[in-house]
């Protein structure tokens, strides 16, 4: 059974930075693609980043590239998504993706 657990949400102001955690167990995430996403209220599910099985192809978001940084520890089983100067339209929650499970979310709140 695989288990993806997000961790790493809060509140910051415009401009600041949070770094988002994934943990995942029951499958090795250096054999699978990790997504990130993120749903804000009234609109659809959207994904942010993903990385590779071997961490060396990483994709992003137009509304988020050059922002936020994708990453992953295969040792540690985790995937991370660095988040830096955050603007307000970046609130949401975000959830991890892997081998077709679902974390149950973090929510990210950026305002002043």
């Known amino acids: 059974q695989v288990e993806v657990v997000e961790s790493g949400g809060g509140w910051v102001q415009p401009g600041g930075s949070l770094k988002l955690a994934c943990a995942v167990s029951g499958v090795d995430t250096e054999h699978y693609r990790v997504r990130w996403y993120r749903q804000a209220p009234g609109k659809e599910r959207e994904l942010v980043a993903s990385i590779s099985s071997a961490g060396n192809d990483t994709n992003y978001a137009n509304s988020v590239r050059g922002r936020f940084t994708i990453s992953k520890d295969n040792a540690k089983n985790t995937v991370y998504l660095q988040m830096d100067n955050l603007k307000s339209e970046d609130t949401a929650v975000y959830y991890c993706?892997?081998?077709?499970?679902w974390g149950q979310g973090t929510q990210v709140t950026v305002s002043s």
């Open positions: 993706s892997c081998w077709g499970s």
